[in-house]
């Protein structure tokens, strides 16, 4: 059973960078694409962008120009940087798998992290 | 603003049935994306919950069914019961791009 696993710091200071990893065990990094979402408190899911195995990104355009995603495959783990964070990247982030599908496309993400509580803070 | 409307909020009662809303357009749902539905319950990971339209995961009891037609999709839930309350969030892609809905809260009264 897969299961992922979201690490780093909880509390950064404004327009500074926001890292987090996701480790993922019980299974291999390979072959999918992995997301990050987030979730501010009491609000809804944003989708911040995926990674391919390969290296190859993918975006949410309203946070495109701030984020970059990385993945080290020998250590099981992929991560995010959101850059010049505001109070507004206050939110709890998960990372989540997904695979692609000839016929189908895109799958669900599943599994998900527990998540992780960042605030942005001086 | 979400890409995908949901309403903010449904209720009923215990052994009811209650549908779920999720609006989209012709550059997500209506180009084909397939709609997946997330439940996520008070201070936990959204889990899923319906993939692929219509199709429950192993483990999620068939009260639960997903439905979609053109732009839209729905996620019904029968025989109501209290473990069900809890926020809904439906999902797509667009552009192949993830979105979701805003979320909607289900109240069992």
């Known amino acids: 059973q897969v299961q992922l696993q979201e690490s780093g710091p909880g509390l950064v200071k404004p327009s500074e960078t926001l890292s987090l990893t996701c480790t993922v065990s019980?299974?291999?990094?390979?072959?999918?694409?992995w997301s990050w979402i987030r979730q501010p408190a009491g609000k809804g899911l944003e989708w911040i962008g995926r990674?391919?195995?390969?290296?190859?990104?993918n975006y949410n355009p309203s946070l495109k120009s701030r984020v970059t995603m990385s993945v080290d495959t020998s250590k099981n783990q992929f991560s995010l940087k959101l850059s010049s964070v505001t109070a507004a990247d206050t939110a709890v982030y998960y990372c989540?798998?997904?695979?692609?599908?000839?016929?189908?496309?895109?799958?669900?993400?599943?599994?998900w992290g527990q998540g992780t509580l960042v605030t942005v803070s001086s | 603003q979400s890409v995908l409307t949901q309403p903010p909020s449904v209720s009923g009662a215990p052994g009811q049935r209650v549908t779920i809303s999720c609006t989209g357009s012709s550059s997500n749902i209506g180009a084909g994306y397939d709609v997946h539905w997330y439940q996520q319950l008070p201070g936990t990971a959204p889990k899923l919950l319906i993939y692929g339209n219509s199709n429950r995961p192993s483990g999620v009891p068939d009260r639960f069914s997903g439905s979609k037609s053109g732009t839209s999709a729905s996620l019904a839930i029968t025989g109501l019961q209290a473990e069900d309350e809890a926020d809904y969030y439906c999902q797509s892609y667009d552009s192949s791009l993830g979105v979701f809905g805003g979320g909607t809260k289900l109240t069992v009264l």
């Open positions: 989540a798998r997904a695979y692609y599908d000839f016929w189908s496309g895109y799958s669900p993400f599943d599994p």
């Open positions: 990674i391919y195995t390969s290296g190859s990104t």
């Open positions: 019980g299974g291999s990094i390979s072959s999918y694409y």
